[in-house]
């Protein structure tokens, strides 16, 4: 008995940095997890079908995957309007994944012409016309650039013939259900209110005085590591919020705070909740903890 055809894979880019084409080619296993498909067209990688083919939109889509900006007139590609050629595929396809946030949300494009540029289906956090007759097929992998195992486990659970659970922005849950914040290895100087005195200090926390967005923004950096190895808090570096619907944000680099509370709470924790952590916390006397805190009050 000859086995089930595999699902056709096409990925088409819009307005793009191809960031998140790079990404996805540096995942460790691509080829294999790219073995569960039939690989129609690709920016960089080898398709079963023309070019030409594609852009007639005569080529058979189960899995679309779109990269870049969304604008509804007046990008072409060799005489075909890309918004059109989306819709082709669009409505042809089981299922769409919008890889990284520009695709997901407008993204930093989007800042060039906030009235004609978007997502596919989201516009910032704003349902796009297009969500009605997408939404029951879209799957989010917002990122600036997605990680490549966010999309690896995707088209996985996709060829398995397995359930993926969402969240409102159609973000997989088991991939962004938690913050950033989570798992960073810089939690108990949060805790503290100990800050970095500047970008790659291995201690200190980096939300206060360096912005970090990793109690706002939801992902799984901190626990899928990039290349297997390491992540921006884990360097010293704050976290943008890229996977959030308002990247990138005009003000990034310090927490706005009203006499040392921070003005916008934690995601998911309420003030009250706050301010009773950070005081039952500064009443254990950590000798380690309360020298840094002497040197950061000085």
């Not at 900006?69 to 042809?92: D, Q």
């Not at 996977?243 to 040392?260: C, D, Q, W, Y």
Request: hydrophobic share 35%; charged share 20%; aromatic share 10%.
């Amino acid at each position: 008995m000859s086995s089930s055809p595999k699902p056709k894979l096409l990925w088409l880019q819009s307005i793009t940095c191809n960031g998140n084409t790079h990404s996805f080619l540096n995942h460790p296993d691509l080829f294999s997890i790219l073995s569960h498909f039939e690989m129609i067209h690709h920016p960089v990688l080898e398709g079963s079908a023309t070019m030409q083919d594609v852009l007639a939109g005569a080529v058979d889509c189960d899995v679309l995957i779109l990269e870049g900006s969304f604008k509804e007139e007046g990008f072409l590609k060799a005489g075909v309007e890309v918004s059109s050629l989306i819709h082709t595929y669009a409505n042809k396809a089981k299922y769409i994944i919008t890889a990284g946030t520009c695709a997901t949300f407008g993204g930093i494009f989007k800042q060039n012409d906030p009235e004609n540029i978007s997502g596919l289906c989201f516009d910032i956090e704003e349902k796009t016309s297009r969500y009605v007759r997408y939404a029951p097929k879209l799957i989010s992998l917002p990122g600036c650039p997605m990680h490549p195992k966010w999309m690896s486990y995707v088209l996985l659970m996709l060829s398995h013939g397995k359930k993926i659970e969402i969240d409102n922005l159609h973000r997989p849950v088991e991939l962004y259900g938690y913050t950033v914040h989570t798992g960073c290895t810089r939690n108990e100087y949060f805790e503290w209110k100990i800050d970095t005195e500047n970008y790659g200090f291995k201690e200190g926390c980096l939300f206060y005085e360096q912005g970090c967005q990793g109690p706002y923004t939801r992902g799984s950096c901190n626990k899928i590591l990039w290349n297997d190895t390491s992540s921006k808090t884990r360097v010293g570096t704050p976290c943008f919020g890229c996977t959030e619907p308002a990247f990138p944000r005009i003000s990034l680099h310090k927490t706005k705070t009203n006499m040392g509370i921070p003005a916008k709470m934690p995601m998911g924790v309420p003030r009250r909740a706050y301010l009773t952590l950070t005081g039952v916390v500064k009443s254990f006397k950590i000798k380690r903890f309360s020298e840094r805190l002497m040197e950061y009050d000085k």
